[in-house]
């Protein structure tokens, strides 16, 4: 839950950064975390000080002297880095204004000026999170419903999607009469699934020769809301035999009933949908048109709106660079997991 604004006068604070860390050590966060957000802190404490007058202190800092040190960055660190340090200062400023020690947040304006890297196309429709709610709430089959709320809430690719095995699936199913075993990379990791990177097309995976590929450059592991996580037990309890040893976790329920989905299956049923609800046309195009992929670009826009943290999005979309990899990784019930369903939109 986001803390709300504080109505009462904030406390004589004579150090923010160390102010922040305890707030954060109170919510759990690991000293892992609270380390990396310290060093980053007081990275820029000590740029702005030292570099501009009459700055005096953190809540002295404005706009120009933020991006001031954001450019310093460029040429020492990836650009993913520079994203993630640009969030910890984000989060931090954000976090300060609203408990009411800190007047503003200068990096509100700075984090939309930042270019955009991660699937930016200003030209496609934008679709708000009340208006996508509406088109979830029309969809009443539970495969279908599953597949598409999957994709709005794992950012995954089509192909993904399809190579999911239910061995991909760490999900608690006491309402359920039905028991697998999720791959070793979940053991720790409840109410989440696994998207690898290994699956290509023509290859075979957990002895099923796959049709699609995973286009992503590492193995991610995405949680799972409540929300996502009722879709796909509604779906489990109606599952069909697969025919298939691998267990596939989405299967077709018509003409090729028990066989595992594919990418033109997918693509069919969000097209139906889509173009039920008139976000779809014959030659519309990805300007006017809502396909699979859109459900992409909608959950990197809302879910880095939301979080402020570019790097946890790409973590998530599995774009992440490999500097930060294990930050994210080691970091995963922390961070990426309490950021993400601290800030995911629901459709309910």
């Not at 202190?57 to 991006?67: I, K, W």
């Not at 429709?125 to 509406?134: A, H, L, N, W």
């Not at 720790?188 to 690898?196: D, E, G, I, K, L």
Request: charged share 30%; with cysteine; net charge negative.
């Amino acid at each position: 839950m986001a803390t709300e604004p504080t109505t009462e006068a904030p406390e004589e604070v004579t150090d923010p950064v160390a102010y922040f860390l305890d707030d954060q050590r109170y919510h759990g966060k690991s000293d892992r975390t609270l380390e990396a957000y310290e060093r980053v802190l007081r990275q820029f404490e000590a740029f702005t000080t030292d570099r501009f007058d009459p700055v005096e202190g953190l809540p002295d800092a404005g706009r120009r002297e933020c991006m001031a040190w954001i450019h310093s960055l460029r040429g020492e660190f990836e650009p993913s880095t520079i994203a993630t340090y640009a969030s910890y200062l984000n989060r931090f400023y954000d976090y300060m204004t609203r408990v009411g020690v800190f007047d503003d947040n200068p990096m509100a304006l700075v984090m939309e000026e930042l270019s955009e890297s991660i699937d930016t196309d200003p030209t496609r429709r934008e679709i708000t999170v009340p208006e996508m709610r509406s088109f979830v709430g029309t969809i009443a089959h539970p495969l279908e419903r599953a597949v598409v709320l999957t994709l709005l809430k794992t950012g995954m690719r089509v192909g993904e999607l399809s190579n999911l095995d239910l061995q991909d699936c760490h999900l608690e199913t006491p309402e359920l009469d039905l028991e697998w075993t999720p791959r070793v990379a979940l053991e720790r990791r409840p109410a989440s699934v696994f998207v690898s990177s290994e699956p290509a097309r023509g290859t075979v995976v957990n002895g099923e020769r796959r049709t699609a590929s995973n286009k992503r450059k590492r193995d991610t592991i995405v949680p799972v809301d409540d929300e996502l996580r009722r879709a796909l037990l509604e779906w489990l309890a109606i599952r069909p035999d697969a025919i298939s040893d691998a267990e596939p976790l989405f299967l077709d329920t018509r003409d090729s009933w028990g066989k595992r989905l594919t990418p033109s299956d997918i693509r069919y049923l969000v097209t139906k949908h889509a173009r039920a609800h008139g976000w779809y046309r014959k030659g519309g195009g990805t300007t006017e048109n809502v396909t699979p992929h859109y459900f992409r670009h909608f959950f990197t826009t809302h879910l880095r709106d939301r979080t402020g943290d570019r790097g946890i999005v790409q973590y998530l979309r599995g774009d992440v660079a490999g500097d930060v990899i294990d930050t994210y990784t080691h970091n995963w019930g922390d961070r990426v997991r309490d950021t993400y369903l601290e800030h995911v939109y629901c459709f309910r």
